[in-house]
Structures are given as structure tokens and as C-alpha cells.
């Protein structure tokens, strides 16, 4: 599974790409299976279906625990470092992490779930919320991990879309020097939904939260009642693994499928390979399990791997803005991955944060979820990995399950801000907006991906004709990734940013007609209009042009109560960087925003705003210009 030089990287790709069935089987083989499967692969990107390692039969945890449990029951699985650095850190092995996730899926049994219900998990960075996730696989539920930075009406919005039956939260949560109510903004949740019957506390905070009797649960009190054996469920490889919501350019958030055999196989073969992961080395990866990176790159990969690997409860900043690098010093850390935000924000804080802090058992660094800019690529070369240790440049998505393209660290030659080279499996093309291949290199158009690979999404939940509009209409027989790249004069990748109206704010991504919604449920809001703009820190900030009913006449006062709002229905990381109140907005005679000119006013660049004679009403885009103090 493991490639370890650039011949045998070629090798693999070349053979990834001619026989991927006879490919995916040899890595595959590596894994606990219950069954082995019949066919390793059968697809149709037209009328879009795929299905790998068909009548395959495995459960996730056994990969990821039984067999580590096993051979190595007292190597750490993970090492918890708390939000607050005087607090202990705590070691879970293999083995104590296997009892953990036995035991808690006893009480999820106890509580009524079954293979196949859904699960909501609204939980802070405590090894709990791993444990949960590991234990709806154990029985086959499918886990919804919300990220806790979410309001209360989109939590119940992901459990309605869903139908959850459980809920696993904590009292409270501690992030920095800030405490966050957690039961309590589920409580406001589940106001309005009817699929909950149990919600299982663990205690964080100990803060006061009310527990409604025969629905409301303590962690604590429920696993003393439970056995610590729990017999992993058999699950088809095409069960549904986990739904993971995110963010499109309509609508509301989707969620994303990913079944269980192919995710596996993907999330664990590009660990290894991207980061050269080697027994015994120390892994530290800062994202939250409540997105995709912290799915397949604190739980599933690095566990099924056997790897050891650093959670971290806090905020970079906490209690200075040497936290990364303080975590780094303390468990020897030999492979850090972390996002360009977090990387352009520390920078600014300067050396006396990192410059006494050892830094010589990194190797590796990772960098992901947005385009890491060169100044940034550059310090994070310089400063933190002293010019020794190679940056992985990871591109990929929700939806890809795991990483598409990126250097394998020390085989691929990188370059600042290119993602690189395709994993084995891989089959990118870049078409022009009429769907056409372009060929060659030195050339720029929209990233589509012609052959799919093992932890491609499956469906989108409960809206499969959805999975196909997004992702299979665009260009036929291709899947569609919403990203525009460049291909070098040698091949290499460079991803451009997202060619739809989604923005990537800190890593995070965030569709526009969602915040839009948020805005216009705003009172005396008539019509609203978001895009993205260049952030110094973020990477994009999101600039909102706001039409009320009359102008406000304390309008700071307004924005303030603009942003309450869209905290209140989306959640604090979709609240705008910048409102501009307009009278009216830039459209076309048929009604369509032109969003271009929007786009350009919030760049603060409007010498060139091409041809604006379609436009209904031309005077307005002056009147944006004067508005924007430009
Ligand atoms: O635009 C790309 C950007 O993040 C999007 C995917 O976001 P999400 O599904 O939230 O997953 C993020 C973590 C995998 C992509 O469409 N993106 C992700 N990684 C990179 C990136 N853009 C440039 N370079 C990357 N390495």
C-alpha cells in the first residue's frame, strides 16, 4: 500500500489508471473484511451510480481498532491535548479506545439504535466525540457529526433533513478563553424536531443544562451499566457510512453520503501515502471532526492505519498564539497538518512565538482547505519546518472523501501554492465552460475528475436527482468539483479557487443564496446579494449588498442586528466581514444578479467592469461604487 519513491509512485499511477479494479483490490486486501467482496467496481457517471467492493462485507472499526487492539493494545491511538494547557493531556491506546467505542455503542443500543438509524453528534474536541463517531459505525448507524460552531435552527435543520433519532452532545464546550452552551443549543434545536428520541450528555463543563426525563441522558451514568464487548455489525461495503452536510452554490446544505468499504480503502490509502506515515510517528492534525478533514484525517485514516495521533481541544491562539507550535514541542510531533488560515494568521503574531520552541521532530507538514498563497507557503517552509520538512499541499473536498492531489511528502517535488500531482486512482481534466477536454499543459479551465475513485460521494441524503444536478450535469460523464485550476508546462496542479458562488471563508465553505436567506429572514430586509472578497486572514470574507425596506437611520446599529440574525439561523462563521446597504442591486433585464460587478466593488477594483449595458438599470452600479467610498 505503501509507495516509498517517485518510480514507484508512477508505477502505481500508471496501473491505477489501466487496471484500477486489479489496483484497488491489492490495496484493499489490506484491510479486516468479513466477507471479501464480489466486484471490486461497477459505474455509470451519466445516470449516476457507483459501487465499490460490491457484496463486500466489514465494519469500519474493526480495521480501525480490533486488529491495533490486538497486535499493539498499549500504543496510543490518540493523545487528547485539552483546551487549556494546564489541564493533562490524555492518552487513549488502542485498546482502551476499542472498550471506549465497544461501551459507548452498548448505550447507543441501549437506547434504542439500530443498524441504519441516524445519529446526530453536536460535540466539542473531546476524545468523546471520536468515541461517539467510532461507535455508530461499531452498530452500523450513521453518524451526522455537526460541527459546533452551527446554530441551533441549523442543527435541527441537518436533523429534520435526516430524521435523527439520537442526539450526543456535552453540556458545554470550551474554546480559548470562551465557554459555549452546547445541550442548551441543542435543547433550542430540538424545539422543532420530531425524529429525536434520546439525547445522550457527556460532561465537559459541568454547567447547569436541563435533562427532560425520558429523553435526556448522561454519558456518564449510561456507560457504568454497559458491558465493554460489543460485536462489530456486519455492513454491506455500499451502507452508508456517515452523512456529512456542506455547503452548495443553491439551496440548502446537502448531505454528503460516503459508505463504508471505499472510504475506508481512500481515506487510509492517501494517509499513508500523502503524509509517508511511519509506525510509531506522531501526527497532529488541527481541524475539527466536524468537517471532512477531521473524518478522514483524525478519526478513520490515521486510526485504521494504526497510527498515533494529537487531537486538540483549543484555538491556535490560546492562551498565546504559540499553541501549535507549544502542542508540537511538548508530544514531539512529527507530522503537523493545518489550514492556510490558521498558518497566515500566526504569522502575523511574529517569531517570538515559535522561536524558542522545539521544532525538530516536525517532518512533515500538511496544509488544506483553501489555496495557501505563496508569502504563507513561504513562513510555514521557512519558520516552522526549517527548510527540511516537504509541504503537502492537499487539495480535495467533501465530497472526494479524501485527498485527490497533493505531493507525496519527500517523493513529489512541490512548488509554493500547487497542489502537485493526482493520487494513484486519480483521473483529473480540465474543461472549458462548453464541457470541452483541453488537453495539454500550460492551461487553465474547470477541474473535473472523468473516473471515480473509491470514497467518491454516493448520493446526496435523501435527494439522489440532487448528487446528480451538482455534481453530474455540468459536464457529461465527469464529475464536477466546483473548482477552477491551472495545469503547468510540467503537469503540476495549482488550484484557482471555486468557480460557483460558494466562498471559502477561513477553510470553511459557505454558499452564498444560504447566507443570502439568512439575511433576507432579517426584518425590514427586502433583498440581499453576497459575494466573496479577498481576506488577508481568511483567505475570502463574505461582502453582503443589502436593499431595506427604507434606509436605516442608525445603520451600524442595523448591521449589528443583521449579524445577530445570521448567527442565530446559520451560525457565528457565516456572519458577514462587510454590509453595504444599497438601494437597488446590479441585474439583468430577465432578473439575474451580476454578481461579476458585485464581485469587483468588493475587491475595492472597479477600472474594469466590462459591459454593463445588459444591466436593467446601469445608474445603480454608480450609485455601489459611491456607496462602497470607492
Ligand atoms: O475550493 C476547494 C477548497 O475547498 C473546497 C472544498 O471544501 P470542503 O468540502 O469544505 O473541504 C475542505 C477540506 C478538504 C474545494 O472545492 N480547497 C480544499 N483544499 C484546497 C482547496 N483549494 C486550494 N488548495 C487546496 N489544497
Redesign the pocket.
Known amino acids: 500500500m505503501r509507495i516509498k519513491t517517485k518510480e514507484e509512485y508512477d508505477k502505481a499511477y500508471k496501473e491505477s489508471v489501466e487496471d484500477p479494479e486489479g489496483f484497488w483490490a491489492g490495496v484493499a486486501q489490506e484491510f479486516v473484511w468479513k466477507k471479501p467482496w464480489k466486484k471490486v467496481l461497477e459505474w455509470d457517471f451519466n445516470d449516476y451510480d457507483v459501487k465499490w467492493f460490491k457484496g463486500g462485507k466489514l465494519n469500519i472499526t474493526e480495521s480501525c481498532l480490533d486488529r491495533h487492539a490486538a497486535t499493539k493494545p498499549n500504543q496510543p491511538a490518540i493523545i487528547w491535548e485539552p483546551n487549556d494547557d494546564s489541564e493533562e493531556a490524555i492518552t487513549l491506546t488502542y485498546s482502551v479506545l476499542l472498550d471506549r467505542v465497544s461501551r459507548f455503542a452498548n448505550v447507543l443500543k441501549k437506547n434504542g439504535i439500530v443498524k441504519g438509524d441516524r445519529v446526530c453528534i453536536y460535540m466539542p474536541m473531546i476524545p468523546e466525540l471520536a468515541i461517539a463517531v467510532l461507535a455508530c459505525a461499531r452498530l452500523g448507524a450513521i453518524h451526522s457529526v455537526v460541527f459546533g460552531g452551527f446554530s441551533a435552527r441549523a442543527i435541527a435543520d441537518r436533523i429534520n433533513d435526516s430524521a435523527c433519532k439520537v442526539v450526543i452532545t456535552t453540556d458545554g464546550a470550551v474554546r480559548g478563553n470562551k465557554h459555549i452552551p452546547m445541550k442548551e443549543t441543542v435543547d433550542d434545536a430540538l424545539v422543532s424536531c420530531t425524529s429525536v428520541e434520546k439525547v445522550i450528555v457527556a460532561t465537559r463543563t459541568r454547567t447547569p443544562v436541563s435533562m427532560i426525563k425520558g429523553r435526556d441522558v448522561w454519558w456518564e451514568e449510561e456507560v457504568k451499566h454497559v458491558s465493554g464487548d460489543c460485536p462489530a455489525e456486519e455492513m454491506d461495503a455500499e451502507d452508508p457510512l456517515f452523512i456529512l452536510y456542506?455547503s452548495g452554490s443553491t439551496g440548502k446544505p446537502k448531505g454528503v453520503v460516503h459508505t463504508c468499504g471505499g472510504y475506508m480503502v481512500y481515506a487510509t490509502y492517501t494517509f499513508q501515502n500523502v503524509f509517508q506515515y511511519d509506525p510509531g510517528d506522531v501526527y497532529f492534525c488541527t481541524a475539527d471532526i466536524g468537517?471532512?478533514?477531521g473524518h478522514s484525517y483524525i478519526v478513520y485514516g490515521p486510526l485504521a492505519a494504526g497510527a498515533i495521533s494529537v487531537m486538540f481541544e483549543g484555538v491556535p491562539t490560546y492562551p498565546d498564539a504559540g499553541r501549535f507550535w507549544d502542542i508540537i514541542d511538548k508530544h514531539k510531533v512529527n507530522i503537523f497538518y493545518t489550514a492556510p488560515t490558521a498558518i497566515r494568521s500566526l504569522m502575523g503574531f511574529g517569531p517570538e512565538y515559535y522561536k524558542d520552541k522545539d521544532l525538530s521532530s516536525l517532518k512533515v507538514l500538511g496544509?488544506?482547505?483553501?489555496?495557501?498563497n505563496e508569502e504563507a507557503w513561504h513562513w510555514y517552509n521557512d519558520e516552522i519546518g526549517k527548510g527540511k520538512c516537504p509541504i503537502v499541499?492537499?487539495?480535495?473536498?467533501?465530497?472526494t472523501g479524501g485527498i485527490m492531489i497533493s505531493p507525496l511528502a519527500n517523493i513529489t517535488k512541490t512548488i509554493p501554492s500547487f497542489?502537485t500531482l493526482p493520487l494513484p486512482g486519480i483521473q483529473p481534466v480540465l474543461v472549458d465552460d462548453q464541457g470541452n477536454e483541453i488537453t495539454g499543459n500550460g492551461v487553465n479551465g474547470n477541474l473535473c475528475i472523468k473516473f471515480p475513485w473509491p470514497s467518491i460521494i454516493r448520493t446526496t441524503w435523501g435527494d439522489h436527482q440532487r448528487c446528480k444536478d451538482t455534481y453530474f450535469s455540468a459536464y457529461k460523464g465527469m464529475y464536477f468539483?466546483?473548482?477552477g485550476c491551472q495545469r503547468d508546462e510540467n503537469g503540476y496542479y495549482k488550484?484557482t479557487?471555486?468557480v460557483d458562488d460558494v466562498i471559502?471563508v477561513s477553510?470553511?465553505?459557505i454558499g452564498t443564496a444560504e447566507v443570502e436567506n439568512a439575511l433576507n429572514m432579517h426584518t425590514g430586509v427586502v433583498e440581499s446579494a453576497v459575494v466573496g472578497f479577498p481576506h488577508d486572514i481568511k483567505g475570502q470574507g463574505i461582502y453582503a449588498y443589502i436593499i431595506c425596506e427604507e434606509m436605516p437611520s442608525d445603520p451600524e446599529m442595523t448591521k449589528k442586528d443583521i449579524l445577530m440574525t445570521v448567527s442565530r439561523i446559520i451560525g457565528p462563521i457565516a456572519k458577514p466581514d462587510q454590509i453595504q446597504f444599497v438601494t437597488g442591486l446590479p441585474k439583468t433585464r430577465s432578473g439575474k444578479i451580476m454578481r461579476r460587478i458585485l464581485r469587483k466593488v468588493a475587491e475595492k477594483d472597479v477600472s474594469n467592469l466590462g459591459d454593463i449595458s445588459t444591466l436593467l438599470d446601469p445608474g445603480v452600479v454608480d450609485e455601489i461604487i459611491k456607496g462602497a467610498g470607492l
Open positions: 456542506t468537517w471532512i478533514t496544509s488544506v482547505g483553501e489555496p495557501i499541499d492537499t487539495w480535495w473536498q467533501t465530497e497542489a468539483t466546483g473548482d488550484i479557487g471555486r471559502n477553510g470553511h465553505r
